[in-house]
T-cell receptor, first 115, second 111 residues
Framework: DADVTQTPRNRITKTGKRIMLECSQT?????MYWYRQDPGLGLRLIYY???????NKGEISDGYSVSRQAQAKFSLSLESAIPNQTALYFC??????????????FGPGTRLTVL | DAKTTQPPSMDCAEGRAANLPCNHS???????VYWYRQIHSQGPQYIIH???NNETNEMASLIITEDRKSSTLILPHATLRDTAVYYC????????????FGTGTRLQVTL
C-alpha cells in the first residue's frame, strides 16, 4: 500500500551494528505495528503503538526497541544486530472503526541481512 | 483468537473463479474473519473481512456459513496476478491484537 512506506527497502549489515528501520504513513491512522517474517513462517509481532504516547511489546520484542516520533512515524531499532535477526520486516497501520474492527494495512517491507 | 485451517495449496485456471476455503470451528461470537494475501515477499494485502453476513468488495466475496465455523473466499475471475499466499485470520473486535498469520493457502493461477 503506497500510503505506508518503509526505509530502507534492503539493508545488509554486520553483527553488532545498530540499525534503524523507519516507517511512515499518510493514512492518518493512530495505530502502528512492526512485524517480522522468516522464510516459511508467518508474521510475528514485535511492537505496536496505539498512539504517540503508547508503546507495547509484541511476542518477540527482545533485541528490538521502537520510537513513535509522531502519529505518522514509527521506527524500529536493533541496538546490536545479530544474524538470527535476518528477516523481512513489515510495518502496518490501522485505525479503530466504529464496529470495533481495525483493519491493518502493510508497508512494502524491509529485507534485513545481518552477517 | 480462534485457530484456522486452510489447504496448503490450490490451482486455478485464469478467468475461472477461485474458491479458497477456511475452517474456523472454534470461532467465538465476537470474532471476525479476515482475509489477506501476500504476493511473493511483498507486504500482506488486505482483501476483505466479515462477521456473519456475506461480504463483497471490488476484490472478492466472502461467504461465511450460518454456523460461522467455516468460510470461503471467492475471487470471481482469477488472473495470473492473483497468484499469492492467501491467509484466513480470525480476530476479536476491539482489541489491539496482532494478526496471527498461519501458513495460508498458496494459490497458483495458470493459463
Amino acid at each position: 500500500d503506497a500510503d505506508v512506506t518503509q526505509t530502507p527497502r534492503n539493508r545488509i549489515t554486520k553483527t553488532g551494528k545498530r540499525i534503524m528501520l523507519e516507517c511512515s504513513q499518510t493514512k492518518g491512522h493512530d495505530r502502528m505495528y512492526w512485524y517480522r517474517q522468516d522464510p516459511g513462517l508467518g508474521l510475528r509481532l514485535i511492537y505496536y503503538s496505539f498512539d504517540v504516547k503508547d508503546i507495547n511489546k509484541g511476542e518477540i520484542s527482545d533485541g528490538y526497541s521502537v520510537s513513535r516520533q509522531a502519529q505518522a512515524k514509527f521506527s524500529l531499532s536493533l541496538e546490536s544486530a545479530i544474524p538470527n535477526q535476518t528477516a523481512l520486516y513489515f510495518c502496518a497501520t490501522s485505525d479503530l472503526q466504529r464496529a470495533g474492527t481495525d483493519t491493518q494495512y502493510f508497508g512494502p517491507g524491509t529485507r534485513l541481512t545481518v552477517l | 483468537d480462534a485457530k484456522t485451517t486452510q489447504p496448503p495449496s490450490m490451482d486455478c485456471a485464469e478467468g475461472r473463479a477461485a474458491n479458497l476455503p477456511c475452517n474456523h470451528s472454534t470461532i467465538s461470537g465476537n470474532e471476525y474473519v479476515y482475509w489477506y494475501r501476500q504476493i511473493h515477499s511483498q507486504g500482506p494485502q488486505y482483501i476483505i473481512h466479515g462477521l456473519k453476513n456475506n461480504e463483497t468488495n471490488e476484490m472478492a466475496s466472502l461467504i461465511i456459513t450460518e454456523d460461522r465455523k467455516s468460510s470461503t473466499l471467492i475471487l470471481p475471475h482469477a488472473t495470473l496476478r492473483d497468484t499469492a499466499v492467501y491467509y484466513c485470520i480470525v480476530r476479536q473486535t476491539g482489541t489491539a491484537s496482532k494478526l496471527t498469520f498461519g501458513t495460508g493457502t498458496r494459490l497458483q493461477v495458470t493459463l
